[in-house]
T-cell receptor
Framework: GQNIDQPTEMTATEGAIVQINCTYQ??????LFWYQQHAGEAPTFLSY??LDGLEEKGRFSSFLSRSKGYSYLLLKELQMKDSASYLC??????????WGAGTKLIIKP | IAGITQAPTSQILAAGRRMTLRCTQD?????MYWYRQDLGLGLRLIHY???????GKGEVPDGYSVSRANTDDFPLTLASAVPSQTSVYFC?????????????FGPGTRLTVL
């Protein structure tokens, strides 16, 4: 079957670093997306990984290990505005996205 | 219009009524999607369209229909609404289906079926 797992909720401190993990089982895997969703708003794109390794984009980085079916999103220098849900989604053999339930990140001062 | 819009923003609907959720994009994207988002669950794909004139079924298509008469519009119709269709509905688009094509989301429609 196809499945995405990520933690339901995480808490971190302003200025710190947090890593949000995602494991997936996807038929015909075609890449892994991360989206950010603030409460009551639409998801917005953060990153896409299709090859193994780390992709860095400012304060956000995303990592993929295809052999392990594992990805993480790394957020550095956390700011209060980073409080949001972070959605992991894998692309299957039909290029449809299979979405995780999201990780709600709470940032404390 | 800039990006992707949805209407209405929210709606309360009596069970058994017919309802069409509207979605319009001005980015000339070929691919469009309808998702529903429920608490504790990931986004679930209802229907999608690779290009104008074609549509396909997603993970949860029952009770919903779509059409894609042109590039810009992708309406979602609930023929006879039921309470289990209470959800937040997001329309999205991408330049094409597949690869690392980013999906752009509309602001969502919050639908309550009583």
């Amino acid at each position: 079957g196809q499945n995405i797992d990520q933690p339901t909720e995480m808490t971190a401190t302003e200025g710190a670093i947090v890593q949000i993990n995602c494991t997936y089982q996807t038929s015909g895997f075609n890449g892994l997306f991360w989206y950010q969703q603030h409460a009551g708003e639409a998801p917005t794109f953060l990153s896409y990984n299709v090859l193994d390794g780390l992709e860095e984009k400012g304060r956000f980085s995303s990592f993929l290990s295809r052999s392990k079916g594992y990805s993480y999103l790394l957020l550095k220098e956390l700011q209060m505005k980073d409080s949001a849900s972070y959605l992991c989604a894998s692309s299957d053999s039909n290029y449809q996205l299979i979405w995780g339930a999201g990780t709600k990140l709470i940032i404390k001062p | 219009i800039a990006g992707i819009t949805q209407a209405p923003t929210s709606q309360i609907l009596a069970a058994g009524r017919r309802m069409t959720l509207r979605c319009t994009q001005d980015m000339r994207h070929n691919a469009m999607y309808w998702y529903r988002q429920d608490l504790g669950l990931g986004l679930r794909l209802i229907h999608y369209s690779n290009t104008a004139g074609t549509t396909g079924k997603g993970e949860v298509p029952d009770g919903y229909s779509v059409s894609r008469a042109n590039t810009d519009d992708f309406p979602l119709t609930l023929a006879s609404a039921v309470p289990s269709q209470t959800s937040v509905y997001f329309c999205a688009s991408s330049s094409n289906l597949g690869g690392g094509n980013e999906q752009f989301f509309g602001p969502g429609t919050r639908l309550t079926v009583l």
